[in-house]
């Protein structure tokens, strides 16, 4: 038995015979669909409804038509502000307000750390991207924090596991549960704004250091050289980094009772802008070195030489490798040996007040020292 197929059915067959064939433009997906043998780019959505043949049997050929096409569509073409063509500032502002987002430091710190990936990736603002362009900026900051043409995800590098955590709290930003509001606020996003390739990550353990050395040699370098003394001091006992030490500023010391604080967040007049994008105080260990500091003018740097980034890349770093064995970078070391510094100091004065409790305890003839926290000791324990 022959079934034959009407002129419909035929015609039917032959729009679906190839399925899948889309093309991206304007961060959205528009289907291509075979019409009696050419190529129609076609879509029914209320924001961009269109019908249009392509002229070619070609897909490839139909898919450089279509995007041709597009682009001399006219600006009304869209229904307002669906056509993406906001920056990213707008959606970081809208963003801040969302009814889904998570708390409010969280929150604006995913806002600061897209603002620094899109400065690593192109010297930009976020003023300055377009929503449009979000893809790309994956792939970007990834070969820019590599310093390679283009990004390689597959191999294993020590820095990976950083850039993957700033393109996480970044893409918080456009996370799926989000869509429908920006949607509402007339925006667009791509959608694989948020759909970003990770970078084969490895995980190293900080090269051996002589720290009881190190901290011997470092106070001889005072009277000796008080450049390297002040860099070195930085890096070890506030674990600033190699571009914080070299535009830190007398001001940017703060006190806070008997402690004193390295202040980091973004400085435009003192040309710096912070990493993270993140505000924070870093504890200063050393209290000769905060007293140096504070002496010195406000307004100028730290280490104040005309040839301060070329040096600092060179002369801490000779003088650190007898103290660091095989760090790649030694300067960068020493903010291990803070972190470990850190951990100390707060599990001592961890201790030290649960042992001050339990003697205050014992005193009042408590049987539980919860009660004597509970009824007796003011909130901040003195």
């Not at 034959?4 to 304007?26: C, E, H, L, P, Y």
């Not at 006219?74 to 708390?103: F, H, I």
């Not at 990770?198 to 090269?207: G, V």
Request: aromatic share 6%; net charge positive; glycine share 6%.
């Amino acid at each position: 038995m022959v079934i034959r197929m009407t002129d419909k059915t035929q015609t039917s067959a032959r729009k679906t015979a190839v399925t899948g064939a889309k093309i991206r433009w304007d961060g959205r997906e528009l289907p291509l669909v075979l019409d009696r043998g050419t190529w129609r780019i076609r879509s029914r959505s209320k924001s961009l409804p269109i019908d249009i043949g392509l002229g070619t049997s070609s897909l490839v050929e139909a898919k450089r038509v279509a995007r041709e096409k597009l682009a001399a569509l006219p600006a009304d073409a869209m229904a307002p502000g669906t056509r993406s063509r906001e920056t990213l500032e707008t959606v970081a502002s809208l963003y801040l307000g969302a009814p889904k987002r998570c708390g409010e430091d969280s929150a604006h710190g995913n806002v600061s750390r897209l603002r620094v990936v899109v400065r690593q990736a192109w010297g930009k603002e976020l003023a300055d991207v377009k929503v449009r362009e979000l893809p790309d900026l994956w792939p970007a900051y990834v070969a820019a924090r590599q310093k390679r043409s283009r990004p390689d995800y597959a191999t294993r590098r020590a820095e990976n596991h950083g850039i993957n955590s700033a393109m996480k709290q970044a893409a918080s930003v456009f996370i799926p549960a989000l869509r429908p509001f920006y949607r509402r606020q007339g925006i667009e996003l791509p959608q694989d704004a948020s759909n970003i390739i990770w970078c084969a990550e490895t995980i190293l353990k900080p090269a051996e250091a002589d720290d009881e050395g190190l901290i011997a040699g470092w106070r001889n370098l005072r009277n000796t050289d008080p450049d390297m003394w002040l860099a070195v001091g930085l890096a070890r006992f506030a674990g600033l980094r190699q571009a914080e030490i070299q535009a830190m500023r007398g001001k940017w010391l703060v006190r806070k009772g008997a402690a004193c604080y390295v202040e980091l967040q973004d400085r435009e007049a003192d040309g710096y802008w912070s990493k993270t994008g993140r505000a924070y105080r870093a504890l200063l260990l050393a209290p000769e070195l905060a007293e140096y500091i504070e002496a010195l003018p406000a307004e100028s740097p730290v280490i104040n030489r005309p040839d301060i980034e070329r040096w600092i890349q060179r002369k801490p770093q000779t003088w650190l490798k007898r103290y660091t064995g095989s760090a790649k970078a030694p300067l960068h070391r020493l903010r291990g040996l803070y972190a470990d510094h850190v951990r100390r100091e707060t599990e001592e004065a961890i201790l030290a007040r649960a042992e001050a409790v339990r003697e205050a305890s014992r005193n009042l003839g408590h049987t539980e020292t919860a009660t004597t926290e509970r009824h007796y000791l003011t909130p901040d324990g003195r």
